[in-house]
């Protein structure tokens, strides 16, 4: 069935430096990719989001592509901050649900 | 705008007990999801309603698991009885248009622990 692989956590950080999450996914047809995420104590946020292929998505200084060659939609920030420490999932849609990875934590220390 | 609301926050039980949790929707939000999150996972659909009518409830374990969205609106979940498999967040979503935005709105959650 259609579903997404990211990369495994945690990913620590010093502030300021670049970020990338990897995430890959397997679908029949042409689906939505999104990136959740959720902050320590709060629900799941929707991040940003891409819906045909080649599309960027971005918030917050976050920014994904959609790329229909490698299967992938990996978030990347060029500058993080230690309010991003959260827990980041990469989904789907293959129909109405979304689909979600394992999700990857990320710590960004002083 | 009010998000989503959820009751309770928490819960404890022990296995073979019964469990209910509650979830609101944001107003005008036809359509009501609920997922539940095992610790270390990723969030999995359990039912998927339109309105009152149910959608996707593909992955339900309905030999224990039940949910009703009386009037399209408020939904319950119902457990019983619970197993220690069981423990794990259950969060609640709406969206608007039937999902065609695929943007969900999540509640914050009720963790649930059987023991």
């Known amino acids: 069935g259609d579903s997404v692989t990211q990369m495994e956590g945690p990913v620590t950080l010093s502030e300021e430096a670049f970020l990338t999450i990897n995430c890959t996914y397997t679908a029949t047809g042409y689906p939505s990719l999104f990136w959740y995420v959720q902050y320590p104590g709060e629900g799941l946020q929707l991040l940003l989001k891409a819906t045909k292929a080649d599309d960027k998505g971005s918030n917050k200084g976050f920014e994904a592509t959609y790329r229909k060659e490698t299967t992938s939609f990996h978030l990347e920030k060029g500058s993080v901050q230690v309010s991003d420490s959260a827990v980041y999932f990469c989904?789907?849609?293959?129909?109405?649900?979304?689909?979600f990875g394992k999700g990857t934590s990320l710590l960004v220390t002083p | 705008e009010a998000g989503v609301a959820q009751s309770p926050r928490y819960k404890i039980i022990e296995k073979r007990q019964s469990v209910a949790f509650w979830c609101n929707p944001i107003s005008g939000h036809a359509t009501l999801y609920w997922y539940q999150q095992i610790l270390g996972q990723g969030p999995k659909l359990l039912i998927q309603f339109q309105n009152n009518g149910v959608v996707d409830d593909s992955q339900l374990p309905k030999d224990r698991f039940s949910a009703e969205r009386l009037k399209g609106v408020d939904s319950t979940l119902k457990i019983q009885p619970a197993k220690l498999e069981d423990s794990a967040v259950y969060l609640c979503?709406?969206?608007?248009?039937?999902?065609?935005?695929?943007?969900?709105?999540f509640g914050p959650g009720t963790r649930l622990t059987v023991t």
């Open positions: 989904a789907l849609v293959p129909g109405y649900a979304l689909n």
């Open positions: 979503a709406s969206s608007f248009d039937g999902g065609k935005s695929y943007e969900q709105y």
